[in-house]
């Protein structure tokens, strides 16, 4: 096989000797010279590998013939190249002119693609800058609505602390003025007393000072002696220190009666100046309409809303105190017992029905909202009811023994309390001590505690069917009674331990229009309230020493 040309430095190249033969080019596997060649295999060969390795079917040709065609071959084409040479280097301005004109469109395009997305960020940009705008609108116009409201909150919850405010200051300026009222009361009965007083210690010291006279001359004491001494018998008979310090003791006795009481009633509180005796005076009668045919008073929902039933039909009012409006509040036919608040939004009412015949009476009792809309019944064997200091119902069946208690937020009976030996015979009504009153006969009233244990008794000898209240502030006990030939009625003050401590503190003539006699009934202002069977009879009670 024939060696390649090796090549100087320079690129020519260089010829050399092999194996002892003068030659510029040889086989490299027999160091012959290049003497033909191969067209099958296409390479340069020697004379060994000619009869050797490419005989027939390979084609042979001479080196040299090879070599100038070859040579021809490749002077045929400079021509041709000299031409292309020509060609392409006419090409190096236009390239320029190309390159310099594709650099300028190109740099165009790219200018409009820079505008295009330099007018598409600001548009981005502007947009984002709206967008923050209005987010800041909006939260300066929430802020504002934020401090609106705040505002009118702040507003609202100053207006609603100023009302209760105004409300407490106007009831500590009632309570003040009430015992102003009472230090004047007081001031007014010992200066009078001071006054008699020191008249009788001056009227002593002018009698001393006659008797110091007329014993001075004979004929004196015997002229004036006999009017003298006249003058001292009657002043000694008047005993006026008796009476002065009588009196003074009624004063003290009463004033320590005098004393600041508070508490809730109906989830509401309460407080005012109470616990003496005084005088009850009728300051205004409230006309009850002619279409309550027969009134009677069942109780108290507020402290100006007065419970009046109609014994004919069974249906219910409310007459207020203060505007002096009555209107009716339940139309079913169901005679009610009793009503309390339990709070300012609920009221319970207990019931009876002629259509329970058993000792399990449902549907008794029922809750009313302040529209006297029904909220629930509660399943009780109960008639009578009343509201405790911790807002438990009380309520128990008449000719039972037992009372309950009662929660009115899930109508659980939390306590059952049985009294020994006794029945309830009508109103159950709680203390503020935890202790309960009950009617327990034509004419009684029993005082028990939560334990069932009897802790007083109040005998009402010789009324028929008394009625009795209690005031919730001061637990004191107001006995309605006929007075005599069931015409007049006459109320007792009596204290929760039975004592009576004043009788017939107020009278008052019963009307033809009913012949039962209502109840007296004692807001948690203070305000009395009695029914002739005309009228709502309002009495305020003043401190008499």
């Known amino acids: 096989m024939a060696s390649k040309f090796p090549t100087k430095k320079n690129g020519e190249v260089e010829l050399r000797t092999r194996k002892g033969h003068d030659m510029t080019w040889s086989c490299d596997d027999h160091g012959e010279p290049i003497k033909f060649y191969c067209l099958e295999h296409k390479l340069p060969i020697c004379h ?27 002077d045929d084409k400079k021509p041709k190249i000299e031409e292309t040479k020509k060609r392409l280097k006419t090409l190096v301005s236009k390239i320029e002119t190309v390159a310099t004109s594709a650099s300028r469109s190109i740099d165009a395009v790219k200018d409009q693609v820079k505008m295009t997305f330099e007018d598409k960020l600001k548009s ?13 609108e909006e939260a300066d116009e929430e802020i504002r609505m934020i401090h609106e409201k705040m505002n009118k909150r702040i507003k609202d919850c100053n207006t609603e602390i100023e009302k209760e405010e105004k409300i407490i200051k106007d009831k500590e300026a ?8 009472i230090s004047e009361v007081v001031t007014k009965k010992t200066n009078n007393l001071s006054c008699k007083n020191q008249h009788a210690i001056n009227t002593l010291m002018n ?4 008797i110091k006279r007329v014993n001075q001359h004979d004929e004196t004491l015997v002229n004036e002696a006999p009017q003298v001494l006249a003058s001292i018998d ?19 006795s009463e004033v320590e009666r005098v004393k600041f009481v508070e508490r809730e009633v109906g989830g509401e509180y309460y407080g005012r100046i109470g ?37 004919d039909n069974n249906v219910m009012y409310i007459t207020n105190i203060n505007t002096q409006h009555t209107e009716k509040v339940i139309d079913e036919g169901v005679w009610i017992t009793s009503c309390a608040p339990i709070d300012s939004n609920v009221i319970v009412c ?40 911790d807002g438990m119902i009380l309520t128990g069946q008449f000719d039972q023994s037992n009372i309950y208690i009662i929660n009115p937020a899930d109508d659980k009976i939390v306590n059952t309390i049985t009294m020994q030996g006794k029945v309830v015979w009508g109103e159950i009504q709680a203390l503020s001590s935890g202790d309960i009153v009950v009617c327990t006969g034509r004419n009684k009233y029993t005082v028990i505690s939560r334990s069932g244990e009897e802790k007083a008794v109040i005998h009402c000898d010789g009324s028929d069917w008394p009625q009795c209240r209690v005031d919730k502030l001061t637990d004191t006990l107001y006995i309605a009674y006929w007075g005599g030939a069931r015409n007049p009625i006459a109320v007792d003050q009596v204290s929760r331990d039975g004592i009576i401590q004043a009788r017939k503190i107020v009278e008052y003539e019963q009307s033809d229009r009913t012949n039962l006699l209502s109840p007296c009934l004692v807001t948690p202002t203070g305000n009395f309230i009695g029914c002739d069977g005309n009228k709502l009879l309002l009495y305020k009670k003043t401190l008499i020493l």
């Open 275 to 311: 616990g003496y005796i005084g005088k009850w005076e009728l300051v205004k009668s409230i006309h009850i309409p002619s279409v309550v045919n027969k009134p009677r008073v069942c109780g108290l929902v507020s402290d100006d809303e007065i419970c009046v039933r109609d014994e």
């Open 350 to 389: 207990g019931k009876e029905r002629d259509d329970c015949t058993d000792d399990r009476l449902d549907g008794c009792i029922t809750l009313y909202d302040r529209q006297w809309k029904v909220i629930r019944d509660i399943s009780s064997n109960s008639v009578y009811v009343d509201v405790d200091k």
């Open 174 to 181: 009632k309570l003040l003025s009430d015992t102003k009222t």
């Open 207 to 210: 009698i001393e000072s006659t």
């Open 48 to 74: 060994p590998c000619a009869t050797k390795d490419h005989q027939k079917p390979c084609k042979l040709k001479n080196i040299q013939d090879i070599i100038s065609q070859r040579r021809e071959n490749l």
């Open 124 to 136: 981005v940009r502007d947009k984002k800058v709206g967008m923050v705008r209005e987010i800041n």
């Open 234 to 252: 009657e002043n000694l008979s008047l005993n006026v220190h008796q009476d002065v310090s009588d009196c003074l003791d009624r004063i003290q």
